[in-house]
């Protein structure tokens, strides 16, 4: 998903003409501690609250106002993953986006960012969530991609993660079933580690004690 698919629609911007009392009363009511300064299409860099509380006279103009923030921005043609980095590393409100020919388009915002997340997780479709652990060097989605969809099963995400002081990953794989005691018992078969599953309909959390279940009942 592309950044400029999630611009807000909330009129965010701030213009050198406007007086440092007007910037103070929209902070105010968007409740966000950063606001776009644009001149035109130009983006001349996000203006704080602090920035504002620091003037003695809120009649000046924010023309005279010194931007204390690093100048950043993204353009609309990145992807959110690229909005989401940026959000963790200076954990602003939003983001200012330009397009190919440097003009401000609009701003995105964390919520509009992690809407933009949960969609591309699927995490709004029903289904099953797997976690697997595995070394490093083990990591290959494409058999497991071949033992879930053995199964009669489709994957929708997946993401991995890098155990902290370890060679191993965590794979985490979001299924289109809720029913995946036949995916779990084939990926033990496989040898592979299921660390934990979630959303699957069962009320057990071992599920090492579920896959015993299962196969005293299938005679393996």
């Not at 966000?32 to 609250?49: A, N």
């Not at 709004?124 to 490093?136: F, N, P, R, T, Y």
Request: aromatic share 8%; net charge negative.
């Amino acid at each position: 998903m592309f950044i400029g698919e999630i611009i807000t629609t909330l009129y965010t911007e701030l213009r050198p003409s406007d007086t440092v009392e007007f910037a103070l009363n929209k902070v105010n009511e968007l409740h966000f501690h950063q606001l776009p300064v644009v001149k035109g299409k130009e983006y001349q860099g996000l203006l704080t609250e602090e920035d504002l509380l620091s003037v003695e006279d809120e009649t000046d103009l924010l023309s005279e106002v010194k931007i204390t923030l690093p100048f950043i921005y993204l353009y609309d043609f990145q992807h959110i993953y690229d909005a989401l980095q940026y959000l963790e590393t200076y954990q602003y409100d939003l983001l200012p986006i330009l397009n190919k020919q440097n003009q401000y388009v609009g701003c995105i915002t964390q919520k509009d960012v992690l809407i933009a997340i949960n969609q591309t997780l699927s995490n709004q479709e029903k289904g099953a969530i797997i976690v697997l652990e595995m070394e490093d060097r083990d990591n290959s989605l494409t058999h497991v991609a071949h033992i879930i969809e053995s199964e009669n099963c489709k994957i929708l995400s997946t993401g991995v993660r890098a155990i902290a002081e370890s060679s191993k990953v965590e794979l985490t794989i979001k299924v289109n079933k809720n029913n995946i005691s036949s995916v779990l018992a084939s990926l033990w078969r496989h040898d592979y580690v299921v660390k934990a599953s979630f959303n699957d309909g069962s009320d057990q959390n071992d599920i090492q004690e579920r896959y015993n279940l299962l196969m005293n009942y299938l005679n393996i």
